[in-house]
């Protein structure tokens, strides 16, 4: 089978499972988070923090919810980082503190579920940090996205109230119902594949080629399927999801990406079901889903159709990539990670073309949010279909509504602020970073040492990084040294303010659409489930968002591929 | 409800009168617009360079910074023609902006001069204690009574409490008909600066000075009292943010240049930056908006907030008042009905004979349509020697003739049955049914008898209805497609209201309204969601107006009336409410098309600019010049003639407003996407080639 062929095959099997559980999962979750019933184990976890689940919950209170639950978070995994060589061996395995500013950027990275990783997994931390710190909050960190989004879909369905549900309640449910029972399943079928689940220690083996090399065990299943559920992307080894431990063949790789994708892309019918109108999901099921396609048959084209006789020998651009999976499995799996903010690889980006490396910017670029990641993929979408909205909906001849909410002075104020963080963050630290004379040491590939002489692919190193962090991704290009006390704390500081200032203008959002009073849908209302409208809104996102980065796209990945 | 109806016209012949842009029905347009304005408004585009004024506005006010520093820059290296072309392209962007901005406010400004003519100082003559003593109009206060004679300007606006006079409003309505004001009911209020032609009023003074209708009209059409409106603010925002992400992304571009090896000279980063803020948009917000309330003044309709006419685009329920709206206001014959025995030409001839001395417009109506329909010559009442004309009066409420010895009566059914009964004549025994057919389908009978040599008899029945203008029904059918519901509202039985309500095709009826009705019927509406438009003139419509989202009140109405509503109707004629939704409508329509197009113009700036910057040390970006561009700087200088020519390109559609036909969301949406968007994205790559292609052919530059 060619290997084209081969990749087209599995782009059919991913879209044919995502479309065999869409419904099923996502009128699951429409259930779970409006559901009045408690579990017994749920209201264990309230009774032990003291939530009363049950009480409502007004933006203000809400975000007050999310914000300290997350700062206790960094606060928690910053202290077991630091106090990782005061603990006993078996669950340090030998390994001393984290530094400071790697600690700080860690435990900032995991809580805003970026998962960026400046450290070694296997070189760094022991069992204690991976399986309680970094796992537990692959857990809440993804529960709190999915809790923010539904707060602002409930903003959409409810009127004359400001409230928008209980945060406690959201974050209970969304770990307890929806990512523990997947990825208990979800482990099973890694394990049963070959990904390894234990408590071993470190294992020094002989290498066939002589000398000696160590190999880590460690509950590396478990924590591999909420890496990709949550779109967390945090691997427990450095080499991440093109680790064999983690993930062992073609198959565990194409489960993984479906991992990656299911919530997010059910969440839409989930929103459909919540405002009452699941054909309003589908309008943003499509959106997300012409923008995924097409971006992963770009890059399926642009890995092909690599120039040069080594790389056509090869059937593609195949550096970087693993044999296992080949070219069309790591160009859809390099597409998955980059549109939602999961940052899994099981490539390596720096390696991809220059337009593929471009490909993987720019789905970041666009906010990650098609699917995006679980919960702000949604939330952030809907943040632009209100742009799209008031910028479109006036050209039918009312003032912009959407839902049934009418999008005033205080929801555009709100989604314009939204829409300014993200670059303001990549670009603002990308040029301070270019600016500065240290910063870009760090560089693997800068003009002096590059193939072609050109600095453009040690600049798209830094970009991406920015990129990576502010977005919450957390997947690195590679070749850039961001261990240093700039990288970690500039980057730290990109993904707790970028995954938290957009929570703020979210929830106040919802709280402003919550108070309003539902206009009435007649004929004159712009019909926002219509694929007319689902166009518009993939021509706003490309526009809006996509213009923003086009110089800096320039310098960099667009440089580097139109040489 | 009032009983007052003014002047009526047919929709059809309103916007003709009105508008002398229209060309076709249904599309709303917004007058001429001259080229010579743009001249005429220079000195004040000019003014408006005021950095105190162009902060209003986030996105030129940052054009004008980009101004100042390039022309700083042109004058440390003035050898560099670059610098100095960027320089004067910026300063025209600015300048066209504040033209397109002076052109709007200038069509208003000579409406002004015309109203402060009418303002002339009055002096007025104040009762005090009975007594007479002449006060400057300035000085009178709200409460004073003033007398005013024929040929006395009225000092203030207030309402007649004493007298009758016939007024001249021509000063306010632009029409020369004088009309009758009096004391007590729906046409007690006048307005100062209009002029007693006869008799003498006393007038109870409503408004402090300075406070006035007129002067509030002043400030209207000059923009003066103009504020921005919530959905204009809203833009403005999601506008300064565009801004603020685009000025972003070329400071921080400075940095990577440097690192690649292409420093930018600032003039080109301000190109750049002016290139992509949505300049289009911005120079031409407030044009728009000014031009919006423009419109509804050419059409004699008074905004008195922005705020109003924006709402007249988002109305969803339109209430309608029956009489002078949808109907014609009178009944008239519709069809003669024979009884059994008799032809309808029969009837006919009996009818109109009895018709002849009936100068009521249902008489009238008769007379007509006996000889439309049965060809019968209008006898005039000389040619019946010795007629003897019976006039209908509350008691017989019948009229007819004798003439010839034939004794001719129509009227009210019971009274014509007893007059056949009393003269030992016969009713037919179908006439019940008939009569009472014609009552359920909304109309009124009149039975026509005769009696002759042969008895007295019922001939027939003529049925008299309420007639729905022409053109009413497919006007509610696009109000329909709009997404728009009618409610007609009418004093009439619910049997009648139901009728008419049919014919006319209304989706609602209120019969039987009273000004709690009304009320009861907006709240509701309202709380639904909805926003509500009516129209009125009466002190009681006036709790109803102020409720109303838009509220038109007539200016034949009621001070408290015209207080209430937001709009006032100098024409006085109801129909106009269907014409400023679509006003409201085309506004914003208009915004966002331009909105629209100012964002997709970006894309071929960047393929015009981003090559010029970077090709030189990333030779590979040229591919992206597609247009195929001469030189750097005049791919760069293209982009922003380009830019800052589109402005006055686009200052006549802002001003008339784009073109607007009454349809669904979804085909306006369509078709304005594909012209706007599509159009926005493909016009300047057009355009800047063209450009490209005129510089290059400068000596020197190519």
Redesign the interface.
């Known amino acids: 089978m060619s290997p084209v062929l081969s990749g087209v095959l599995q782009l059919t099997a991913l879209v044919a499972a995502l479309a065999l559980v869409y419904r099923p999962l996502g009128d699951y979750m429409a259930r779970v988070y409006s559901s009045e019933k408690h579990l017994r184990v749920e209201k264990w976890i309230y009774r032990s923090i003291g939530a009363d689940p049950d009480a409502e919950m007004r933006w203000p209170a809400y975000l007050r919810g999310v914000l300290a639950f997350s700062f206790v978070g960094v606060l928690f995994l910053y202290l077991l980082q630091r106090i990782q060589g005061i603990l006993p061996d078996s669950v340090s395995l030998g390994f001393t503190a984290i530094s400071p500013d790697q600690a700080f950027n860690t435990a900032a990275s995991f809580v805003a579920n970026t998962n960026w990783q400046s450290y070694s997994g296997e070189q760094a931390m022991g069992h204690a940090v991976q399986t309680l710190g970094l796992a537990v909050q692959n857990f809440v960190s993804a529960a709190v996205g999915i809790a923010v989004a539904v707060a602002l879909v409930r903003g959409f369905a409810r009127s004359r109230t400001g409230e928008l549900g209980n945060f406690w309640a959201d974050l209970v449910r969304g770990t307890v119902r929806v990512l523990i029972p997947i990825s208990v399943v979800g482990a099973l079928v890694l394990v049963a594949c070959g990904a390894i689940q234990n408590f071993a220690g470190i294992h020094e083996i002989g290498r066939l080629t002589g000398g000696t090399q160590q190999v880590n065990g460690g509950a590396v299943a478990s924590q591999e399927v909420i890496k990709e559920l949550g779109t967390n992307g945090g691997g427990y080894f450095n080499a991440n999801s093109s680790h064999p431990f983690e993930n062992p063949n073609a198959f565990t790789n194409l489960f993984e990406i479906f991992l990656i994708l299911v919530i997010p892309f059910a969440l839409t019918r989930t929103f459909g079901k919540l405002v009452g109108n699941v054909k309003q999901g589908y309008a943003i099921l499509a959106t997300m889903g012409v923008i995924w396609l097409g971006f992963t048959a770009l890059m399926m084209w642009t890995e092909f159709a690599g120039h040069g006789a080594a790389l056509e020998a090869a059937g593609g651009a195949m550096e970087g990539k693993e044999q296992r999976f080949g070219v069309g499995a790591s160009a859809i799996f390099g597409v998955a990670t980059t549109l939602t903010s999961t940052g899994a690889v099981d490539s390596f980006h720096s390696s991809f073309t220059g337009f593929g490396g471009g490909i993987t910017l720019l789905g970041m670029m666009l906010g990650e949010i098609a699917p995006g990641g679980v919960g702000s993929g949604l939330y952030g979408m809907l943040v632009m279909a209100i742009i799209a909205v008031f910028i479109a909906g006036l050209m039918v001849g009312r003032t912009p509504e959407y839902l049934g909410k009418k999008i005033g002075t205080r929801e555009i104020k709100l989604a314009a602020c939204y829409i300014l963080i993200t670059p303001t963050l990549v670009l603002g630290f990308t040029a301070l970073s270019m600016a500065l004379s240290g910063p870009p040491e760090s560089m693997l590939n800068t003009a002096a040492n590059s193939v072609d002489g050109s600095g453009a692919h040690g600049f798209s190193e830094v970009l991406y990084a920015f990129t990576s962090g502010a977005n919450n991704n957390g997947s690195a290009f590679g070749g850039l040294n961001a261990n240093t006390p700039w990288y970690n704390t500039t980057i730290g500081l990109a993904m707790l303010l970028g995954r938290f200032l957009p929570m703020v203008f979210v929830l106040a959002l919802a709280g402003s659409l919550a108070e309003q009073k539902p206009v009435p849908e007649t004929a004159g209302t712009l019909r926002t489930e219509k694929p007319l409208f689902a166009g518009l809104l993939v021509g706003a996102i490309l526009i809006i968002t996509g213009l923003t980065y086009f110089p800096a796209l320039a310098l960099g990945p667009m440089a580097e591929g139109l040489s | 409800m009032s009983t007052t109806t003014p002047v009526r016209t047919a929709p059809g012949e309103t916007e003709e009168s009105n508008s002398p842009g229209s060309e076709e029905h249904g599309r709303v347009s917004g007058g001429l617009f001259d080229p010579a304005q743009l001249v005429k408004s220079l000195p004040d585009a000019f003014r408006k360079l005021d950095p105190r004024v162009m902060v209003k506005s986030p996105v030129m006010f940052v054009v004008l910074i980009g101004s100042v520093v390039t022309t700083l820059l042109a004058v440390k290296d003035p050898g560099d023609w670059f610098g100095w072309a960027i320089t004067v392209w910026l300063w025209l962007t600015v300048l066209f902006a504040n033209l397109a901005e002076a052109v709007a406010e200038g069509r208003g400004k000579a409406q002004a001069d015309t109203l402060r003519k009418a303002k002339t100082d009055t002096v007025a003559r104040r009762l005090n204690g009975g007594v007479e003593e002449s006060v400057p109009g300035t000085e009178l206060r709200v409460g004073d009574l003033v007398v005013c004679e024929a040929g006395d300007i009225i000092p203030g606006d207030g309402d007649v409490v004493e007298g009758v006079a016939s007024v001249d409003e021509s000063a306010i309505t632009g029409e020369s008909a004088p009309v009758i004001r009096e004391s007590g009911g729906d046409r007690s209020a006048v307005t100062g600066g209009t002029k007693v032609l006869s008799d003498r009023i006393v007038v109870k003074i409503m408004t402090k000075p300075g406070e006035t209708f007129i002067d509030r009209m002043i400030n209207l059409v000059e923009g003066a009292a103009r504020q921005k409106t ?2 204009e ?3 403005n ?2 506008l ?3 801004t ?3 000025l ?14 292409a420093e930018q000279s600032m003039i080109v980063l301000a190109a ?1 930056v002016v290139c ?1 803020i949505p300049t289009t948009i911005g120079a031409l917000l407030s044009a728009i908006g000014i031009a919006g309330m423009d419109r509804l003044v050419q059409r004699n309709v008074l905004a008195m907030s922005g705020r109003a006419v ?1 709402a007249a ?2 109305i ?1 329920t339109l209430l309608l008042d029956k009489t002078g709206t949808i109907t014609y206001g009178n009944r008239q014959a519709a069809e003669f009905v024979p009884v059994k025995g008799t032809t309808a030409a029969e009837v006919a001839d009996a009818a109109q004979l009895s018709s002849l001395a009936d100068e009521t417009p249902e008489g009238r109506s008769i007379v007509v349509l006996a000889k439309e329909k049965y060809g019968l010559r209008e006898r005039h009442e000389g040619e019946l020697v010795g007629a003897e004309w019976v006039p209908f009066t509350a008691q017989t409420r019948m009229s007819g003739v004798d003439v010839d010895g034939r004794k001719v009566r129509k009227g009210a059914t019971g009274s014509v049955v007893a007059w056949v009964e009393e003269r030992g004549g016969r009713v037919a025994e179908d006439t019940q049914k008939l009569t009472e057919e014609i009552s359920q389908a909304g109309g009124t009978p009149l039975l026509v008898a005769l009696e002759d040599d042969k008895g007295a008899r019922v001939l027939g029945v003529i049925h008299l209805k309420d007639v729905v203008k022409e053109g009413m029904r497919e006007r509610f059918d696009e109000l ?6 009618t409610v007609m509202i009418t004093g009439d039985n619910p049997l009648t209201a139901k009728a008419i309500a049919e014919e006319a095709g209304v989706d609602d009826f209120l019969a039987e309204a009273t000004p709690e009705d009304k009320m009861a019927l907006i709240k509701r509406e309202q ?4 926003l509500v438009a009516m129209t009125g003139d009466g002190t009681n419509d006036a709790p109803a107006l102020a409720q109303a989202d838009v509220g038109v009140a007539m200016n034949t109405g009621t001070s408290a009336a015209k207080e209430a509503g937001n709009m006032v109707d100098l024409d006085s004629n109801p129909t106009k409410l269907i014409e400023i939704v679509e006003i ?3 506004l ?2 208009t ?3 331009l ?2 197009f100012s ?2 113009n ?2 071929a700036k ?1 393929f015009a600019i ?1 090559p010029a910057m ?1 090709a030189v ?5 040229d ?2 010049n597609i247009m195929g561009l001469a030189s750097p700087e005049s791919a760069i200088l293209s982009a922003v003639v380009f830019n800052a020519l589109v402005i006055v390109a686009l200052v006549p559609l802002a001003l008339k407003g784009v073109r ?1 036909r009454p349809m ?3 085909s ?3 078709r ?2 594909t012209v ?2 599509l159009g926005g994205l493909i016009a300047p790559f057009i355009g800047i080639k063209i450009i490209d292609l005129l510089i290059s052919l400068i000596p020197g530059i190519g």
């Open positions: 919530p959905n603010i809203a833009l925002i999601l300064a943010s565009l603020i992400v685009f972003l992304a070329v400071v921080t571009l400075q940095p990577f240049a440097i690192y690649a090896g750049l992509l924006e685009g988002d969803s329909r497609r709009m997404g728009i519901k709380a639904g969601g909805k409201g409508k085309q914003l329509i915004r966002g098309a909105t629209t964002i997709a970006d894309v960047y981003i970077f040390v990333y030779p590979g970006l591919k992206l607007y669904s969301a979804d306006m949406l369509r304005n996407l706007y968007g």
